[in-house]
């Protein structure tokens, strides 16, 4: 099986050149995250970015209606967003939050599962992984303003940031809850989890396919801090104050020395892992399982 294309080769033949503003906001000059003025925004269709250089960070806006599903071409524009804050030195941190009313993500599109080939199978988790890795490695601080439900890769996502706000609207729940859908989170899914809340709660929340509400995701340690929906990103803005204020170079490496053992683990499989996967997706009791799951995503609507 032909393996996948290099993210940056996906890259290339998904993306537009960078835009400035698509949408609504398109050749306007908004205030920077911070509130300073005069610096443009700048994104790609599904990925809207709030730079405040003199503030050291921007606020990176997901947008991929109706639910920031992570489709390959939203995961590739993300991925392109990090990588050019991460290549600017006025940069040293993100805040990560969603465009999309209550919903922060539904997590890894089901439609990028569900009756494709094994090549295209294999492009998509490398693009998974890669996401994956690439926040969790960041040598930004990445700071989740999690304004909305979050499930399963959108938790992931979430989860690999260094701090997590979530808004305090008892609809707002999150977790990985894949064995809901019938498939399994994959290793790295629950290595992050497992080093967020812990072997024991992490355990229960996957076999169950537990969606914390926030109350409980802030108990369990999931999120870090849950504040009125208008406060969300007041308070990670807040928050990224005393992370800035550490030297960068020790607190990068203090990250790393954390991490980098879990992202090894991946690291050292990554091409058994896309093969796991596609094998795994491509069963017809997996897929039959995901056609089930959107049919009565599709239902309850009726
Ligand atoms: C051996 C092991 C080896 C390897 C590992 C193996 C397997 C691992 C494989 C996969 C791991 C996957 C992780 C995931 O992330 S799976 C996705 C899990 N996500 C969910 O369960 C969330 C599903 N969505 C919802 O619950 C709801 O949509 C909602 C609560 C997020 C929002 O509810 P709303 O009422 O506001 O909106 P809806 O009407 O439900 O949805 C609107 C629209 O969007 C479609 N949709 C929703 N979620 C997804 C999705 N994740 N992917 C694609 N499409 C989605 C939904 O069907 C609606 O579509 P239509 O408008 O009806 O067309």
């Known amino acids: 099986m032909a393996l996948a294309v290099g993210i940056r080769g996906l890259t290339r033949s998904l993306l537009r050149p960078w835009v400035r503003v698509p949408g609504p906001a398109r050749g306007r000059t908004e205030p920077a ?12 269709p599904r990925v809207l970015v709030e730079p405040d250089p003199a503030a050291g960070f921007a606020v990176m806006k997901m947008r991929n209606p109706p639910v920031n599903s992570l489709s390959l071409e939203f995961l590739t524009e993300l991925l392109i967003s990090l990588e050019k804050l991460e290549s600017d030195k006025a940069f040293h941190a993100i805040i990560l939050t969603s465009d999309c009313p209550g919903i922060f993500s539904a997590g ?31 040598h930004l601080v990445v700071i989740s303003a999690i304004n909305g439900v979050n499930a399963a890769g959108g938790c992931l996502l979430a989860l690999s940031c260094d701090y997590r ?10 977790g990985l809850n894949e064995t809901l859908l019938g498939i399994i989170a994959p290793f790295w899914f629950k290595d992050t989890l497992v080093n967020t809340v812990g072997h024991r709660t992490a355990e229960r929340a996957l076999q169950l396919g537990l969606l914390f509400p926030p109350a409980e995701a802030l108990q369990v340690g999931m999120v870090d801090k849950v504040v009125p929906e208008d ?40 091409d058994a892992d896309i093969q796991n996967f596609v094998r795994f997706i491509s069963r017809d009791a997996i897929q039959k399982a995901l056609r089930v799951y959107l049919e009565k995503l599709k239902q309850k609507k009726t």
């Open 231 to 270: 406060q969300v990103l007041s308070a990670a803005r807040s928050e990224l104050a005393q992370w800035l204020a550490i030297p960068g170079h020790a607190r990068q490496l203090t990250k790393s020395l954390m991490r980098k053992p879990t992202a090894d683990r991946l690291l050292k499989e990554r």
């Open 165 to 174: 706000v979530l808004a305090d609207n008892p609809k707002y729940a999150m």
């Open 108 to 138: 890894l599109d089901l439609m990028e599962m569900c009756g494709r080939d094994p090549t295209h199978y294999a492009e998509y988790w490398k693009a998974v992984q890669e996401l994956w890795l690439r926040f969790y490695l960041s």
């Open 33 to 44: 995250a911070g509130g300073g003025d005069g610096v443009r925004c700048f994104g790609s």
